[in-house]
């Protein structure tokens, strides 16, 4: 399969982003507090460091974590100045549904390359494009995967986004929270410029394309072996 779309690994795990590191395939790397807090990461800015001491020459995303805007500002600016190829993650409002695209603004035109995260709707998109477009570059991640949760097929709102950012190529869409390794074929039919991908997923990559009756022999196989080794009689 000839893959357009870029693999950007999502974890807080630092073995498993060195791991990821090392496979020719992954092109940049994203992270969030909620994943930092699974991870056990107890100093935030002494985990993104010892990261960034490792990822020097691909782009990974560090999420600020405050509610207030001028807080958000203030931790956006800090974490931008950690390394040059760090995209700033800024949720698309705060947790009271307060937009934050005047923040994204001004972090834009501050040089701030920013991550724009937590997208479901076109019209967020809609709302935040202007904000980005005289920017050194940014990352808008639409949780697809999120959105298929809710019974809702994400795929035509991943094609419209596309659309939409097609004379903004300094603009790039992130396919996030992807569920299965179909997400990825879509993601790449679709012209979408990203896809975050975790460790799990990832390595089921070599059975992208495998001979479905050769896959449904190996299962029968498996199945049969598993009953063997188990000592199952009836």
């Given amino acids: ?32 507090p909620t994943l930092m807090k699974v991870a056990g990461i107890k100093n935030y800015k002494s985990f993104a460091q010892e990261i960034l001491s490792h990822i020097r020459d691909k782009p990974i995303s560090f999420e600020v974590f405050s509610d207030d805007l ?39 035109s501050n040089n701030v390359k920013v991550n724009v995260t937590a997208i479901m709707t076109v019209s967020q998109v809609q709302s935040v494009l202007p904000a980005l477009l005289n920017g050194p570059g940014a990352y808008i991640s639409v949780f697809a995967g999120r959105i298929a949760d809710t019974g809702v097929n994400p795929v035509p709102v991943m094609k419209e986004i596309v659309h939409m950012l097609k004379e903004h190529s300094h603009i790039e869409l992130i396919w996030a929270s992807p569920r299965q390794l179909y997400n990825l074929v879509e993601a790449n039919e679709i012209g979408c410029d990203i896809i975050t991908i975790i460790n799990d997923i990832l390595k089921k990559l070599p059975i992208l394309g495998k001979d479905l009756d050769e896959y449904s022999l190996e299962t029968v196989k498996m199945f049969y072996d598993d009953a063997k080794e188990a000592g199952y009689s009836i």
Avoid: C, H
Avoid at 6 to 21: Q, R, S, T
Avoid at 75 to 94: G, R
């Fill in 70 to 108: 001028k807080e958000m500002e203030k931790q956006a600016l800090e974490i931008a100045s950690w390394a040059d190829n760090i995209y700033v993650k800024i949720p698309i409002t705060n947790t009271k549904s307060v937009s934050t695209v005047k923040l994204i603004e001004r972090l834009s």
């Fill in 1 to 32: 399969m000839n893959l357009k779309v870029k693999l950007f690994a999502d974890g807080a795990d630092k073995a498993g982003i060195l791991e990821m590191d090392s496979n020719p395939l992954i092109s940049g790397f994203t992270t969030n």
